[in-house]
């Protein structure tokens, strides 16, 4: 069964910084597209990035320069490494996967919280 | 950005009745391969999105036939049915013709 799981969420405060992690099982991530979601406490959800199978790469305007997508094959995880928090960045942040373009798989999210 | 506006915001069904979400894109979802990039998406109470519908009225795996999805360039809707219990929680509408991918703002399912 495919399954994604998230990690590496907390308390950070405005300015910091905090990696996220991804690990997928059951299917190869370099295989597939990967993408970030979050979802502000009591809102909807924003699309924040995506890296491509073929490595291509593309962020939301409210995260570009800040937050960095990637992935390590050799782990099958992929990351969203967060530079420069702002206290808008707290959320639950899904990894999901897509094929044919739908986001077919979403992990179960894990919460940033940023705040002094 | 292509904006994703969702009607109603909040919808209260009798079980057993039918339900519909209308979706409405900024600019035409249809891409030149002939493919329209727009997606439909529940989040029960608790839980993660899931996938409902994909390219306007295709069903993913394992969803109720009670959900379908129609439309087709810029306006597109979600209906289920007989609304189940089980039903209950906030449908997204989302397009990705083109980035960044933009969600509508959510409609609320609750049971009577």
């Known amino acids: 069964e495919v399954q994604l799981v998230e990690s590496g969420g907390g308390l950070v405060q405005p300015g910091g910084s905090l990696r996220l992690s991804c690990a997928a099982s059951?299917?190869?991530?370099?295989?597939?597209?990967m993408t970030w979601v979050r979802q502000a406490p009591g809102k909807g959800l924003e699309w924040v990035s995506i890296?491509?199978?073929?490595?291509?790469?593309y962020y939301a305007d409210s995260v570009k320069g800040r937050f960095t997508i990637s992935r390590d094959n050799s782990k099958n995880t992929v990351y969203l490494q967060m530079n420069s928090l702002r206290v808008e960045d707290t959320a639950v942040y899904y990894c999901?996967?897509?094929?044919?373009?739908?986001?077919?798989?979403w992990g179960q999210g894990t919460l940033v919280t940023v705040s002094s | 950005d292509i904006v994703m506006t969702q009607t109603p915001l909040s919808l209260s069904v009798t079980p057993g009745q039918p339900a519909s979400i209308s979706c409405k894109s900024s600019?035409?979802?249809?891409?030149?391969?002939?493919?329209?990039?727009l997606y439909w998406y529940l989040q029960k109470p608790g839980q993660s999105p899931q996938l409902l519908i994909y390219?306007?009225?295709n069903g993913f795996s394992g969803v109720p036939d009670r959900f379908s999805g129609s439309g087709s360039g810029t306006n597109f809707t979600l209906k289920i049915s007989r609304v189940e219990a089980e039903d209950v929680g906030v449908y997204y509408c989302?397009?990705?013709?083109?980035?960044?991918?933009?969600f509508g703002q959510g409609t609320k399912v609750e049971i009577k």
């Open positions: 600019q035409s979802l249809l891409h030149s391969d002939g493919k329209t990039y």
């Open positions: 890296i491509y199978s073929g490595g291509t790469i």
């Open positions: 999901a996967r897509v094929a044919n373009w739908a986001i077919g798989y």
């Open positions: 059951e299917f190869t991530v370099s295989s597939y597209y």
């Open positions: 989302m397009q990705n013709l083109q980035v960044p991918w933009t």
């Open positions: 390219e306007v009225s």
